[in-house]
């Protein structure tokens, strides 16, 4: 079967930093995408790991373990726009391009003052 | 900067009638898509499309949905007898072929079934 969990939601503090989880076990795997998405709004790309490590842009890393069907988003100097949805989506494996996205649940995230 | 455009963006239809729903994908890209998000819940993939035929469905893709490239931009999903249950908000996506590519996602179509 095909399974992302994420948490529900989370809650942090203006200029902090916060990490969202994100497990998988799906049946393929050529990819793992974090989106973000604002309430009533389409979601937006954010980040992409194919491979195990670590990748920066600016005030977003995205990491990923496939042995453990593991990743997080990382955010840094939090603002108060950060608040939204955000969603960690597995592509299915179909050779190397064109894959369906599986999206998890999504993350709450409420950044307070 | 590109972006995928989708019209209308609320549909009010009443249960049983026939509804299109309508994309304008990036010109370049090639792979087209259709999610839907129903309240409070997880985009779900519906339909994947390229080289004008359909290359994988979801189960919820049912009978009852259809999509088309009727020309060389436009890419709709026509619902053909619409049920309560089929109220969400309708995402198009495209993508480029490659390896390293994300998929855009419209401003979506919020469609109410009453």
């Known amino acids: 079967g095909q399974n992302i969990d994420q948490p529900t939601e989370m809650t942090a503090t203006e200029g902090a930093i916060v990490q969202i989880n994100c497990t998988y076990q799906t049946s393929g795997f050529n990819g793992l995408f974090w989106y973000q998405q604002h309430a009533g709004e389409a979601p937006t790309f954010l980040s992409y790991n194919v491979l195990d490590g670590l990748e920066e842009k600016g005030r977003f890393s995205s990491f990923l373990s496939r042995s453990k069907g593991y990743s997080y988003l990382l955010l840094k100097e939090l603002q108060m726009k950060d608040s939204a949805s955000y969603l960690c989506?597995?592509?299915?494996?179909?050779?190397?391009?064109?894959?369906?996205?599986?999206f998890g649940q999504g993350t709450e995230l409420s950044v307070k003052p | 900067e590109p972006e995928v455009t989708q019209t209308p963006s609320h549909q009010v239809t009443q249960m049983g009638q026939e509804v299109i729903l309508r994309c304008v994908p990036i010109?370049?890209?090639?792979?087209f898509y259709w999610y839907r998000q129903i309240l409070g819940q997880k985009v779900e993939f519906l339909v994947s499309?390229?080289?004008?035929?359909?290359?994988?469905k979801s189960e919820i893709f049912d009978d009852q949905f259809s999509v088309e490239r009727p020309d060389g931009s436009n890419f709709t999903l026509k619902i053909r007898s619409t049920k309560l249950e089929d109220s969400a908000m309708y995402f198009c996506a495209s993508s480029d072929p490659g390896v390293n590519t994300e998929a855009f996602f419209g401003q979506g179509t919020r469609l109410t079934v009453v």
């Open positions: 010109s370049n890209h090639l792979y």
């Open positions: 499309f390229y080289n004008n035929e359909i290359s994988e």
């Open positions: 989506a597995v592509r299915d494996k179909r050779g190397n391009q064109g894959g369906k996205l599986i």
